[in-house]
């Protein structure tokens, strides 16, 4: 069975991207009432197209069981050969974080986490160990508050070094990397910070959230988030996407319309960086 890395790499290649979808349908917003069915349509309109899917559990988990119903056929409807991040932010003490752990590889079948740290290593090794699944750790995330706590300095105790507490999740995160499946999250609307992640964990993936409605440059996140081959960005984009149109009759081809645009930007900018 390949790692998650291995099949977003195999689904970056295959479908020249770094387009990751974000599933995040929102009743008032959707075209159509019947959730799975708007899901699938996107999916469909957009598979050879992207690198990944990303459903934000949230959306699902508000609507209740319909919601959680709606969320497994979505992943039923997702071709095999495409990664599935479940955006969950889980993060919790033992024994809870193994019943997350088999939450979210064993019954919702997720390639990959989103996972927090704060609670510190314990809190994520039931994730950590299972080896062909990726654990997406919060690193500098897109929302304007990330400053509350990731900008605070801090000192390791160890060479008493001070660096703002985002780069000292990236350093932890890259020694947790055991396995080689952890990953990071990192805003597209902190460019700067995203430059210096990528420096301090230059083959890890990151997954990438914040362009478009959140504001963050699509440009910049394929320059400072790519590896120095050109890959390992998951650059998501949600409500650009699935929103493109309101129309019950080409909401799907207005996605994929809308996904191509993105799409063809990000590698236009992997050409440039490879002539540069």
């Known amino acids: 069975m390949p790692t998650f890395v291995e099949k977003l790499l195999d689904a970056s290649e295959r479908n020249n991207s770094l387009l990751c979808v974000g599933l ?13 069915a708007f899901n699938r349509a996107i999916v469909d309109a957009t598979a050879d197209i992207v690198c990944a899917y990303k459903p934000n559990l949230g959306f699902y988990e508000a609507l209740g069981m319909e919601g959680l119903e709606a969320l497994r056929k979505t992943l039923e409807a997702i071709p095999k050969g495409i990664p599935v991040i479940g955006d969950a932010k889980r993060g919790d003490i033992s024994p809870t974080a193994d019943a997350y752990a088999k939450a979210m590889f064993e019954v919702w079948g997720f390639d990959a986490v989103t996972a927090n740290p ?14 062909d699944r990726g654990v997406l750790v919060l690193c500098r995330t897109s929302n304007p508050g990330a400053r509350d706590l990731q900008d605070l300095l801090v000192t390791s105790p160890y060479d008493r070094v001070t660096m703002p507490l985002y780069e000292a999740v990236a350093m932890k995160a890259a020694a947790w990397n055991l396995h080689r499946n952890v990953g990071l999250v990192v805003g597209a609307t902190y460019p700067d910070e995203l430059k210096r992640v990528r420096e301090l964990c230059p083959t890890m993936p990151i997954l990438i959230p914040g362009v478009g409605a959140q504001g963050g440059s699509l440009e910049q996140a394929v320059r400072n988030g790519v590896d120095a081959q050109g890959r390992l960005a998951i650059i998501n984009a949600s409500r650009g996407v699935i929103y493109a149109s309101r129309d019950p009759k080409s909401f799907a081809s207005a996605a994929r319309e809308q996904a191509l645009k993105l799409r063809d930007r990000m590698n236009l900018e992997r050409q440039q960086l490879k002539v540069g």
Not at 31 to 36: F, H, S, W, Y
Not at 119 to 124: A, F, T, V, W
């Open 24 to 36: 995040d349908p929102d009743p008032a917003q959707m075209p159509i009432k019947d959730l799975a």
């Open 118 to 131: 704060y609670l510190g290593r314990d809190s994520l090794e039931p994730f950590l160990a299972y080896e």
